[in-house]
């Protein structure tokens, strides 16, 4: 899962923010913490380690050139074609290091490459100045609190509300009442009105002044391409397009297993793990007492299948 927190700041931050922040998200990562503060910024990693469990692969990362240095959570599925696409020579095996080179060769545009779920910070030394990038759909969290141009941001919500006691964070009343209705509360609202949430398919850089967020996908431009009306081409797309996004969330240097409800997406995506590994394939299921809310027995009989 890891998790990512900083700052951009021309306040004094107080010695030991960085480290109270990564600390209360430690259970984001619980394998690995690093820290690193230059000047008006500050970036810090927890780390859960699923490829290149190395040290060397311990965040925040350095480019070779040592002009940027990145923190990073999620996972980039496409991290082995963009290595051999661009020919990026690496010290880690794993998909972080191939993010930071991919962008000291393309700039922002490299976010356009990337298949995965992701939130990244890239520090640029020699212009100062902060990258943010965050996924298509927003599956990876990133929360932010900007104010007379002091910029904090973390993966999870109580890393500010714990270091923000100089700054009064008012309850936005109209973000419990779409949470009390919709079940969440939609970005870039939170439950303060002075913490947003960082946009999905969104990117922003922060040179200390301005703080300007950019889209760089949109789903409508998607759903506008030519639709498929032969059913037998549909199917055999839709067949291809599971089973090679189920081959690229296999991709990891630890064990592995699935979330198995007994429901339809849960079942279909457990059956082509099981064919696409030679080990004996770990499920996890969960049951209840009360019959009407309980699939364990279709579980069961998918696992056992």
Known sequence: M???????????????????????????????QGIMEEGKVGLGHRRLSIIDLSSSANQPMESPCKRFAI?????????????????????????????????????PECVQELNGMFVFIIWDRI???????????????????????????????KALSSILDGYDLTIDSTAVAEFLHLGYIPEPKTIYKEIL??????????????????RYWELS??????????????TATIKDLLNT??????????????????GIDSSLVTAIAARQVTQKLNTFSIGFNDAKHDESQYARKVADY
């Not at 700052?7 to 984001?28: C, D, F, Q, W």
């Not at 290595?83 to 010290?91: A, G, S």
């Not at 902060?130 to 298509?136: A, G, K, M, T």
């Open 2 to 32: 890891c998790g990512v927190v900083g700052y951009y700041s021309h306040s004094p931050v107080k010695p030991g923010v960085l480290e109270t922040m990564a600390n209360s998200i430690r259970h984001r990562g619980p394998d690995a």
């Open 127 to 157: 212009e100062n100045k902060l990258f943010f990038f965050r996924d298509r759909l927003g599956k990876k969290p990133l929360f932010y609190f900007f104010k007379e141009n002091n910029l904090y941001f973390s993966s999870e919500l």
């Open 221 to 234: 431009n998607i759903l506008s391409s030519p639709k498929l009306k032969d059913e037998e081409k549909a």
């Open 71 to 107: 923190v990073f959570n999620g996972e980039i599925y496409n991290f082995k074609e963009l290595k051999h696409k661009y020919q990026l020579e690496t010290i880690t095996s794993g998909d972080t290091e191939v993010i930071l080179q991919l962008f000291a060769k393309k700039g």
């Open 245 to 262: 996004s189920v081959a690229y969330r296999l991709i990891s240097d630890v064990p592995f297993g699935t979330f198995l409800s007994g």
């Open 197 to 214: 949430k960082f946009p999905a398919a969104a990117w922003s850089v922060y040179d200390g002044k301005e703080f300007k967020i950019n």
